[in-house]
């Protein structure tokens, strides 16, 4: 509890005290009231002084000015009616007061909480001098420092490992609950809990570029970019004021008048009082305190299971997906391509997966990936030349002096060369040599654990289209859709393909309500992530470029998270709902019946602090996603 | 120019004024105040000098909410 909290809570039960005691004793009419004056003091000082300075600046939509207002029309309305209970403005400015301080206690509190969850952020860094060990501000480390982490300690930066071996917790970065090994030569991420080892680490990034500070950052913004139920609430509160104070001064005024005019009595307290009820109930703060704790608690409890969602209206769209667009390679398969067989080949083997690895030697496609890995022996760089890349076909490079080409089909063909079929299915390079065909190469990827229920589960949530996009054959496309029960696939697209389907997607959609996500590895599908309403990069640990371009990060590769991050946007947004029309609901009813005069000033404060406390609590809620 | 400051508001709605007026500022292209994280994140217009632009802002906000701060 902050200082201001504490001497609020100490008025608060001074106030209250006071008030008690007043209706207890049969004071003489004169000590009453001026306990009464002094309870109200009390309470609501720091009100009216505000409420002084809202009227110097112009502006008498305060919400200070109105509850001054209100609670002083009722003091004198009870002085006016000699009524001597002042008991019903001292009340409305003490539990006004407890809902502005239950407000700030629970939003400071789930603030807190909210932060805790998200707490990587490492104090220090180990730097090895002359033997001894010393904690110096990881700021201040530069790029190819060696530091040490010992067991218990957060590793600090980016880095690989030089020394020792251990195994790291990764929940706080992945929500991924078993420990991860590690040994020399291992890149290794920040933010991570060294568990068993020491660790002797080279440093490959400053601590502003490391993967933890770039997740922090992305987190404490994340609640900036405001969703369209934030703008919503925050316009109809710019009008619900100015509004009701309207009609609370057209009340006080004119039924008084027209029933002077139809010779009934004026009645002029009566109706005076009921405006009075509406300033209570006029200010705005339910409402608009509610929605952006939900989003918070909804991004805050998202990113403790690994997913990182940029932004509040992020989260909200993601709530109405119904199409998802799946990038293969990567995201639904491993991406991790194992050369299952060479056929047709006239050379050996092993040389023709020679040519293939050196010519596809420049390229971080994962299947030229795998061919270098299947290669087996360190690429010399030195005996290729003239690379040409194709996206979607191949390389073409000058080996040794030989001429090789190594892609697919298309690339074959427009090199006027037959390929020969394969009838196994995987990933085909066609390889040719000097113009000659030499054989190709099987390529086989294996589709990730779990991917299956991954997709059953997004199905669940109300994903009605799953849409799977591939540069790979045809083949090996439709046996991938079939084994996993994705609705649509295309195949064989070069990369700018991807962007015109994606776009096309969108264009049929039955409605723009409905929202199309596509889920990529981030690493060359930046461009659909970015022009899909919601681009999902997954396995982004440690890849700056997915974090960059997608909208929502989920940091380990598990296909599982998808459908939980539907399922807590969806919760989060039912939440930020049921508060909207909940506190719009009471709130018209309560004006309602103030304007009939069925009800008082008692019942306008406790509808609002009511709806306040509840709407906080609902809130808090979203927090809640362990076991969506 | 992007710069982000560390704000101190207490309610929601007085956080809403905040970036409205803020935003009239002369000199300010657009602004954020985030309620949850107590921050203003401003971005100038092109050529103003932040720290003169912020005084105006701290001035305008502190005339709709007497009780916020921003830490400059």
Known sequence: ?628 | MKKTYKIEVDCANCANLMEDTAGKVAGVASVTVNFMTQKMIVTFEEGQDPKTVMKEVLKACKKVEPDCEIEL
């Not at chain 1, 997906?321 to 491993?334: A, C, E, N, Q, S």
């Not at chain 1, 589960?457 to 859709?481: C, P």
């Open chain 1, 1 to 628: 509890m902050s200082k201001k909290q504490k001497k609020m809570l100490i008025r608060i039960i001074a106030a209250s005290v006071l008030l008690i005691l007043l209706n207890l004793l049969k004071l003489p009419e004169a000590a009453s009231a001026a306990g009464y004056f002094i309870a109200y003091l009390v309470i609501g000082y720091d009100i009216l002084r505000k409420a002084w300075k809202g009227i110097l600046n112009r502006r008498p939509f305060d919400e200070c000015f109105l509850m001054a207002v209100a609670t002083l029309g009722a003091i004198a309305l009870a002085i006016y009616e000699k009524s001597g209970d002042y008991n019903e403005a001292v009340a409305v400015m003490l539990f006004y007061q407890i809902g502005e301080f239950f407000q700030s206690y629970a939003v400071g509190k789930s603030r807190r909480n909210i932060t805790e969850l998200m707490d990587i952020r490492p104090d220090y860094a180990n730097i090895e001098t002359d033997g001894t060990l010393e904690q110096i501000d990881p700021d201040e480390v530069e790029i190819g420092s060696v530091i040490v982490v010992q067991p218990g300690e957060k590793v600090p930066i980016d880095g690989i490992v030089t020394e020792g071996s251990s195994t790291l917790n990764t929940s706080a970065l992945t929500g991924e609950s078993v420990p991860r090994a590690c040994g020399v030569g291992d890149e290794i991420i920040s933010g991570c809990i060294n568990l068993t080892g020491v660790l002797k680490i080279r440093t490959t990034k400053e601590f502003g570029e490391s993967t933890v500070s770039k997740i922090l950052e992305l987190v404490e913004n994340a609640s900036s970019l405001k969703s369209r139920s934030e703008e919503f609430i925050s316009r109809f509160a710019r009008v619900y004021t100015p509004a009701v104070v309207y009609s609370a001064v057209a009340l006080a005024v004119l039924p008084p008048l027209a029933r002077m005019l139809t010779g009934l009595p004026a009645g002029w307290n009566d109706w005076i009082y009921r405006a009075l009820t509406f300033l209570v109930i006029s200010c705005p703060c339910a409402l608009v305190i509610s929605i952006p704790l939900s989003f918070f608690a909804g991004i805050g409890g998202a990113s403790h299971e690994g997913i990182l969602i940029k932004g509040s209206n992020y989260l909200e769209t993601l709530s109405k997906v119904r199409t998802v667009v799946f990038d293969k390679t990567g995201t639904l398969t491993k991406g991790v391509f194992e050369v299952s067989g060479i056929h047709h080949s006239p050379m050996e083997d092993a040389e023709l997966l020679e040519y293939a690895a050196l010519a596809e030697c420049a390229s971080s496609h994962p299947i030229s990936r795998s061919l270098q890995r299947a290669y087996g022996k360190e690429i010399e760089r030195n005996r290729v030349s003239e690379i040409e890349e194709t996206g979607g076909e191949g390389v073409r490079a000058v080996v040794d002096g030989h001429r090789v080409a190594a892609g697919n089909e298309k690339l074959m063909k427009r090199l006027g060369i037959t390929p020969i079929d394969c009838r196994s299915t995987g990933t085909i390079i066609h390889v040719a040599i000097d113009g000659a065909y030499a054989g190709h190469i099987v390529i086989s990827d294996l589709e990730k654990p779990g991917v299956k229920e991954a997709l059953a589960a997004l199905r669940n949530a109300g994903v009605n289209r799953l849409v799977m996009l591939t540069g790979d054959a045809e083949k090996v496309a439709s046996r991938v859709a079939e084994d996993l029960g994705i609705d649509e696939y295309h195949a064989e697209l070069l990369p700018g393909d991807k962007v015109s389907l994606v776009e096309k997607l969108l264009a049929e959609r039955s409605s723009e309500r409905d929202k199309l996500a596509f889920v990529g590895d981030g690493i060359n599908d930046a461009p659909v992530l970015s022009r899909a309403d919601i681009g999902i990069a997954m396995g982004a640990m440690g890849s700056d470029a997915a974090i960059e371009a997608a909208d929502i990060v989920l940091m380990d590769d598990d296909p599982m998270k998808i459908a939980k991050g539907v399922r807590i946007s969806r919760k989060c947004i039912r939440i930020v709902y049921e508060n909207i029309v909940f506190a719009l609901a009471v709130k018209f009813g309560c004006l309602i019946m103030g304007a009939l005069g069925i009800a008082n000033m008692w019942a306008a404060i406790f509808a609002d602090v009511g709806v306040m406390v509840i709407a906080v609590l609902n809130a808090i809620r979203a927090l809640r996603v362990k076991n969506l």
